[in-house]
């Protein structure tokens, strides 16, 4: 009997990690709608930005560059890495860090690589190294353009003063809520667009394009990086919810294999006891 009461204790925990799993499955599809219709919504007016300030940039001089633009030798590298304030998020956050070593040590070996972390996670996976300038984790509780913008602005203040040579984002970006795609994108400098003989910007300007490309430039980097932790925002929720689901369908299944061992072994031990008392009773009539 005791080892009939083990396997009702262990019916009972696996039941009650299921209902815990279960409601966060429920509350993470809730957040993702919310954070889904973020992104969704942001996407075409950041895509129509950064094409506005391509087309324009790709008609200026070679002397009237940005600040931002400036290539410079890659000795300095900073890298973004956007992960979650929580785990229980399957492979969400270890790819993240997967992928910022990768950079450290491959992409970057002979370099002085520095990392911010965006995520509670991102920090305790690289504070040890030594390497984290920053942990930008609260921006997570109120996660709104201006609390990014000020990110941004530091980021963009450390490469104009040359801190940095290049700065790199390391993020998730939602596919769906099933689907993850582990991003690497430049920040700074700024790529630059190759020049198409061809094309033809009926615009009048006013004031000058430069100074119309200087406005935008800032904005164009706040509102990339805004994106960015959008994606990743919503892609935390779309894998928490996935994982918690697959949590919540092998728990059922433990627990059902978990009911049937201990009807098999209820069963046997019913039978031993009638045996007993058979045999018991035979043992007087004899």
Known sequence: MANLKEIRNRISSVSSTM???SAMKMVSAAKLK???????AMRPYSNKLTELLQDLSATLDADSGSKFSVQREVKNVLVVAI??????????????????????????????????????????????SGKVIANKSEVFDELT??????????????FVE?????????YNHFKNAATQIIMTEQ?????PVEKDVNVNLDYIFEPSKVEIVETLIPKSLKTQLYKAIRDSF??????????????????????????????????????????EIVGGAEALNN
Not at 34 to 40: E, G, L, M, S
Not at 120 to 127: E, H, L
Not at 162 to 170: A, Q
Not at 187 to 191: C, E
């Open 19 to 21: 209902q815990i799993t």
């Open 34 to 40: 919310k954070a889904q219709d973020a992104i969704t």
């Open 83 to 128: 992960t979650s304030n929580r785990g229980l998020c399957g492979a969400f956050n270890s790819n993240i860090i997967k992928q910022t070593s990768q950079l450290i040590n491959e992409t970057y070996p002979n370099c002085n690589v520095s990392i911010l972390a965006v995520g509670k996670k991102a920090n305790d996976a690289f504070k040890k």
């Open 145 to 158: 353009f201006d609390n990014v913008a000020e990110i941004a602005e530091m980021l963009m203040e450390k």
């Open 162 to 170: 040359g801190e940095f040579d290049k700065i790199e984002l390391v």
């Open 187 to 191: 920040f700074l400098p700024i790529v």
């Open 234 to 275: 919503a892609s935390e929720h779309g894998a928490r919810m996935t994982a918690m689901h697959k949590a919540t369908d092998n728990a059922t299944e433990l627990r059902d294999q978990l009911k049937l061992t201990y009807n098999k072994a209820r069963q046997a031990a019913i039978t031993n006891e009638i045996l």
